[in-house]
Nanobody, 120 residues
Framework: QVQLVESGGGLVQAGGSLRLSCVAS????????MAWYRQAPGQQRELVAD???????NYGDSVKGRFTISRDNAKNTVFLQMNSLKPEDTAVYYC??????????????WGQGTQVTVSS
């Protein structure tokens, strides 16, 4: 099995910063892309940012200019640097990775989520 473990969530005041990390482990041959999603209570899960193995990046409109996604391929890790946080950024943030296993199978995996709360 593939496991994704997020860290770095917490409670911050508006205007503050957080850095989220997600480490993928398991029988992973390669990771095609990694992404961050978020889901607020009563809302649909939305894409925050994604990054491919070649470094191509896409951001959701609501976070452009404030968040930065990056990855360390050698460590199977993706980061999300969040600056200028707003109360509307409050949500559970989920890591997602699309991987190729040593078996040759493709696998889409989700982390357990980490809570980010931004107070005004």
């Amino acid at each position: 099995q593939v496991q994704l473990v997020e860290s770095g969530g917490g409670l911050v005041q508006a205007g503050g910063s957080l850095r989220l990390s997600c480490v993928a482990s398991g029988s992973i041959f390669s990771i095609n892309d990694m992404a961050w999603y978020r889901q607020a209570p009563g809302q649909q899960r939305e894409l925050v940012a994604d990054i491919t193995s070649s470094g191509s990046i896409n951001y959701g409109d609501s976070v452009k200019g404030r968040f930065t996604i990056s990855r360390d391929n050698a460590k199977n890790t993706v980061f999300l640097q969040m600056n200028s946080l707003k109360p509307e950024d409050t949500a559970v943030y989920y890591c997602r990775a699309n991987v190729i296993l040593y078996s040759g199978e493709q696998s889409a995996n989700w982390g357990q989520g980490t809570q980010v709360t931004v107070s005004s």
